[in-house]
């Protein structure tokens, strides 16, 4: 069965440093979602691509968080630099094209990141 | 601005219970509704999908309904498990360009054997 998949798993740094996380989705996916969930919390969207362009950058803190996706299939989410507010959940989703109405979100299994 | 409210945060019952979990939110004019599952430290499994012209989606044990005019949606498991012990999260889509999800915090679920 096709999945999410994200790396690294797990990402410890310290506050100023800059931090990368990678996500592949389902093949043939043409929108991909970044999410961050703060412990307790539910997930909130940071960014929304489809295809290669972003979609939803709402609530993406633009002063140090970047996304992209060039070639519209894998992407890239870069904090430079850390704070201690960004510890958190990272989580990449795919759907095969945001807005259909039985468009189900499947999640890859997350990258923790703890700055110190 | 769409809220989601899941209450109680956390329900701890004996094994072989039958449950509901409930999910509220604020603005009836949702897409669409997931329920998630999440194992701590993990990331989040898609249990079921209503579509907002639908009034339930069962799958095994697992049952969820929407009434989208009183903002509410309920998990429904039936016989519980201990292997059911997980947070279940439930989530709204407002569609089209909005497809992005909006989250509530989730009910962290205990099934004692």
């Known amino acids: 069965e096709a999945e999410v998949a994200q790396s690294p798993r797990y990402k410890i740094t310290e506050k100023s440093q800059a931090v990368a996380f990678w996500c592949d989705p389902i093949?043939?996916?043409?929108?991909l979602y970044w999410y961050r969930q703060i412990l307790g919390q539910g997930p909130e969207l940071l960014v929304q691509?489809?295809?290669?362009?972003?979609?939803?950058d709402s609530q993406l803190p633009k002063d140090r968080f970047s996304a992209e996706r060039l070639k519209g299939v894998d992407s890239t989410l870069k904090i430079q630099p850390a704070e201690l507010g960004d510890s958190a959940m990272y989580l990449c989703a795919s759907s095969l094209e945001g807005g259909l109405l039985l468009d189900t979100q499947y999640f890859g299994p997350g990258t923790r990141l703890t700055v110190l | 601005k769409q809220e989601v409210t899941q209450i109680p945060a956390a329900l701890s019952v004996p094994e072989g219970e039958n449950l509901v979990l409930n999910c509220s939110f604020t603005?009836?004019?949702?897409?669409?509704l997931q329920w998630f599952r999440q194992d701590p430290g993990k990331g989040l499994t898609s249990l079921l999908l209503i579509q907002s012209s639908q009034r339930e989606q069962t799958s095994g044990r697992l049952n969820a309904s929407l009434d989208k005019s009183s903002g509410r949606s309920t998990l429904y498991i039936a016989a519980s498990q201990p292997g059911d012990s997980a947070t279940y999260l439930c989530?709204?889509?407002?569609?089209?360009?909005?497809?992005?999800?909006?989250f509530g915090k989730g009910i962290t679920l205990s099934v004692r054997p």
């Open positions: 093949s043939g996916h043409a929108t």
């Open positions: 691509f489809q295809d290669e362009s972003v979609v939803d």
């Open positions: 603005d009836s004019a949702i897409y669409n």
């Open positions: 989530a709204v889509s407002g569609g089209g360009a909005n497809s992005k999800l909006t």
